[in-house]
């Protein structure tokens, strides 16, 4: 006699303990290896702002305020040092424990339709492409955590109570909001994230189409509003730096100066022939032997932030269109292809590992920095990934694993895409929320394929809903 599947041997309690403890210890030994926390540049400057009481725009206020707003609340129950290296233990529990609650309740929920994937989940989150960065400052990690956490408790509650199910998609409904306003370019994703939420068991073009425009102009507003209304905000004008990136760009393919700025002989030649690298537009800002294109020039002179910088960038693609979606289009192959150092876990500035003493550390360490050339750390790779995942469930989009797979995939396709306007460096860190949504995605498209095919009863997915028929 054949033995009964695995979901009917274990019982169903025993089950959820079990992946309970599995994500449990995940997230401890996500803690050990990672506690304080990898403080980055980016960070730094972060906390040095809330050090001076400055609010500015180039790094999120939004991050910085939440900052401050649970680093005595961790004081109050842990004994950490004063200063930055105390000051980081508040943010990096916030980022590991939104990582892991939204692995964790993805995990948790598909324990109701199959052991295998529900315990693939935590496995997927302590892979190397996600893993790397779970304990790294930075706001692309905190999107990443709290989108996915938006996505899980939809997906958990997606045939629960009336009352439990639109608690958890307020709640998403707030961390989608606090992903964009920790990173605004996530603004064309967050329409694909925000119809999930409020329809989860089935995806349908028309909603997009009705929702996107209103869901883009209310993004733009709330940033608009929470930046510069309820935090004043100072404007530093980060978009600036794409303007200096694509004049840069320009500049060195046709050989002419495309710059509101007037350059001796020696910079006009760097310009055209040695400043310019498609992979990132440090070379202009803080690498030699360029730095006087930002430092000496345009902000001495007040062209960063300007008009006329704004009107010398237009006029330069007006001019040289396809100088332009030649640099762009550089740019955005090397931002999807080159090798990414992956490897964000070197004390500042020092080129050693931040934490020699912690085992853990030093495991992920090396183990990241052999595999950091290979194709699990090129962007690439992960638009493959959620590609895949958008193209095998298309036709699956009317039951809920189906519908997350192509609303993940979509908003991690829109996401990659905005880079190609408005991207001026090739961080691997930049495509951190399509790593999260292609591994999530792949799970839910086999998911959806066994609940399609009907491999094994599925009763709260085989039940049509009525919004599959809206």
């Not at 009107?311 to 396809?322: M, Q």
């Not at 080159?338 to 912690?358: E, T």
């Not at 085992?359 to 052999?370: E, G, H, I, Q, V």
């Not at 590609?387 to 039951?399: N, Q």
Request: hydrophobic letters at 50%; one cysteine or more.
């Amino acid at each position: 006699m054949r033995a009964p599947p695995l979901a009917e041997q274990i019982r169903p309690w025993t089950s959820i303990g079990l992946l309970a403890i599995l994500n449990l210890a995940a997230f401890a030994f996500t803690i050990a290896t990672f506690y304080p926390g990898v403080i980055t540049t980016d960070a730094l400057a972060v906390y040095r702002d809330l050090e001076h009481g400055f609010v500015g725009d180039w790094q999120s206020p939004v991050m910085g305020k939440v900052w401050a707003l649970i680093d005595p609340l961790t004081r109050s129950f842990l004994h950490v040092p004063a200063g930055v290296s105390g000051a980081t233990v508040s943010i990096f529990l916030l980022t590991v424990t939104l990582f892991w609650l939204a692995f964790a309740t993805l995990s948790l929920s598909l324990a109701r339709y199959s052991i295998a994937l529900a315990v693939l989940v935590p496995m997927l989150a302590l892979s190397p492409p996600a893993f790397v960065m779970a304990g790294v400052i930075w706001r692309d990690i905190l999107l990443a955590g709290a989108w996915l956490l938006a996505a899980a408790l939809t997906f958990a509650t997606v045939n629960g109570s009336p009352r439990l199910s639109l608690t958890a998609r307020g709640i998403a409904i707030l961390l989608l909001a606090f992903g964009l306003l920790i990173r605004p370019n996530a603004l064309f994703a967050t329409p694909f994230i925000l119809a999930y939420v409020l329809w989860p068991h089935a995806f349908r073009l028309k909603r997009i189409a009705l929702l996107y425009p209103a869901t883009v102009i209310a993004g733009y507003l709330l940033v608009q509003v929470v930046y510069y209304g309820l935090l004043d905000a100072k404007r530093q004008h980060i978009l600036h730096a794409v303007l200096v990136f694509d004049l840069g760009g320009i500049t060195s393919i046709t050989k002419e100066n495309q710059f509101p700025a007037t350059w001796s002989d020696k910079e006009f030649e760097l310009l055209k022939d040695g400043c310019y690298d498609s992979r990132h537009w440090d070379t202009y800002w803080r690498l030699p032997p360029c730095q006087f294109v930002m430092g000496s020039r345009l902000e001495r002179d007040g062209l960063f932030g300007s008009p006329e910088l704004v009107e010398a960038w237009r006029n330069a693609i007006i001019a040289h269109p396809l100088a332009y979606a030649q640099h762009r289009l550089s740019y955005f192959w090397a931002f999807l292809t080159a090798p990414h150092s992956a490897v964000y876990l070197q004390a500042i500035g020092k080129g050693v590992p931040m934490y020699p003493d912690n085992p853990n550390f030093m495991w992920l360490y090396r183990t990241t920095d052999a595999l950091k050339a290979t194709v699990i750390f090129r962007p690439l790779t992960w638009v493959a990934v959620v590609v895949t995942s958008l193209l095998l469930c298309w036709s699956y989009r009317s039951v809920p694993p189906g519908s997350y797979a192509v609303a993940m995939s979509l908003s991690a396709l829109a996401y990659t895409a905005t880079f190609l306007v408005f991207g001026v460096a090739t961080d691997y860190r930049y495509v951190y929320w399509v790593v999260l949504a292609g591994l999530t995605s792949a799970v839910m498209t086999v998911l959806a394929s066994q609940t399609a095919r009907a491999r094994f009863p599925k009763p709260d997915f085989a039940t049509p809903h009525p919004e599959e028929n809206a």
